[in-house]
């Protein structure tokens, strides 16, 4: 007897010779910096995000989408290569995949290869050791990529002060004029990619694959100063009602957001380290910014899709990874919690056109979006990894099938992982930021359709290997009744086979 499962195998070829788009379409991708999904498509009663929420109203929305590591560098590589960052051994910002690891294909690699022209503007790659100092040109671009000349600008005192002071504040409205160059770095990025784009319409026979990276809203929270006023700070107060750390979340799960604490106008407040907490002006004071923050870029992406032919373009928009707003207590990213691995994920394609949203609800990761947009792309499909000697393979799935209305998507799950120098929170080495020789931990989270589980062992960087019997941490989170995951299920006995079958699951994922 042939299964439904069987019989779609055998269909699939068919289907998809049958659904490929007549000639390849353009390929532009959109990536926010430590954007969570405050969105009001995702349902966001506080957001002021017009330009995504009309571009999501013919467009594929994912809910459930999960990075692989909530920092930049590490989460960027793994999106961009398809592969896990236990599989490129890159936690931090200092080693370079091609000569740390194995010279694995990219992204834009792979439609470069196939006849694209590739051309990165904005953060894409995180820039610096991890991407070679050079976002991988020349293999993953066809011509160097387009960083803004205010970019440089971006951690030095540039915030006046009531006094008029130039500060290196976290939250930092500004009038455009005071700036250097009157400008800010995306505004630069969007205004090249959109020169990018007219330049390529001269040239049809080329497709293009555009990759669009914003710098916001990560912080410094640095935007025009009319963004500010869209936001009532009494908004912002009742965000949360955690104030402390949850007493049953291990320290080893704990970030202290030290890249929070350094800014000019926090560094002076008195946070307790490593557990706060912050003011309740303070904490409404970062979550408006924040919001002003995505708000800003919101603009700029509409300008963007103003400069976009849709009917010839596929369009995917993420961030790549969220950031914790005062849930737990916590502010910043750093950690394996929802609110800091969930990120947005929108497609829209011409060849599945909507017109209306449609939503996805199984869980999705951002490995995924590699083997989608090639399917998308109609480019030759990127095989499965079989071994870590591959060197043009992807660890994640499509979501093809689903856009076509097949496949099942509930049957799936995410990992994450978060690495740390030891079992406490410290300044020195960063637990917020360990480097390899520094990691002594890691720290792996499973997503099911209903649980978060989180195991946290003995990790020793000279060989990349763990100690599943060394166990410094372990949480469980019901997500049916506990969607901040405030409440650890593991110290309760009758969750006990839950969290024994999920331990094995994990371990089974991770491997040795």
Known sequence: MITARLLLSLMM?????????????????????????????????LASTPYLDNFARGSH?????????????????????????????????YSYWRTFTGNFTTLPQYFKEHGYYTYSCGKVFHPGLSSNNTDDYPLSWSASAFRPRTEQFMNSPVCPDKEGILRKNLICPVELQTQPYKTLPDIESVAEALRFVGSRSRHSQEPFFLAMGFHKPHINFRFPLQFLSRFHLSQFYNYTEDSLKPPDMPAVAWNPYTDVRARDDFKHSNISFPYGPISPLQAAQIRQGYYASVSYVD??????????????????????????????????????????????????????????????????????????????????????????????????????????????????????QYPRPGMLPTKHPNSDKPKLRNIKIMGYSLRTDIY???????????????????????????????????????????????????RRRLMEMVGS
């Open 299 to 416: 603009d700029l992406f509409g300008k963007l899709i103003g400069g976009l032919d849709l009917d010839e373009t596929v369009v995917v928009v993420l961030g790549d990874h969220g950031w914790s707003l005062g849930e737990h207590a916590e502010w910043a990213k750093y950690s394996n919690f929802e609110v800091a691995l969930r990120v947005p994920l929108i497609i829209r394609t011409p060849q599945f056109p909507l017109a209306q949203a449609k939503y996805y609800h199984g869980i999705t990761e951002l490995l995924d979006v590699f083997p989608t947009l090639v399917d998308l792309a109609g480019l030759p499909k990127l095989p499965k990894c079989q071994s870590s000697q591959e060197l043009t393979c992807g660890e994640g799935k499509s979501l093809y099938y689903q856009l076509m209305g097949l496949g099942r998507a509930d049957e799936h799950v995410a990992l994450s």
């Open 13 to 45: 070829p068919v289907l998809l010779e049958a659904a490929a788009p007549p000639r390849r379409p353009n390929v532009v991708m959109v990536m926010f910096d430590d954007l969570r999904p405050v969105i009001g498509a995702y349902g966001d009663p």
């Open 61 to 93: 929305i994912f809910t459930r989408v999960y990075s692989q590591q909530s920092l930049c560098a590490p989460s960027r590589n793994s999106l961009l290569t398809g592969r896990r960052p236990d599989t490129l051994h890159l936690y931090d910002f």
């Open 452 to 502: 978060r589980y989180t195991m946290w062992v003995r990790f020793h960087a000279q060989n990349f290997s763990r100690d599943w019997h060394d166990v410094y941490g372990e949480e469980l989170y019901d997500h049916r009744l506990d969607s901040g995951e405030e409440f650890n299920l593991v110290p309760l006995p009758q969750f006990d086979d839950v969290r024994q079958r999920l």
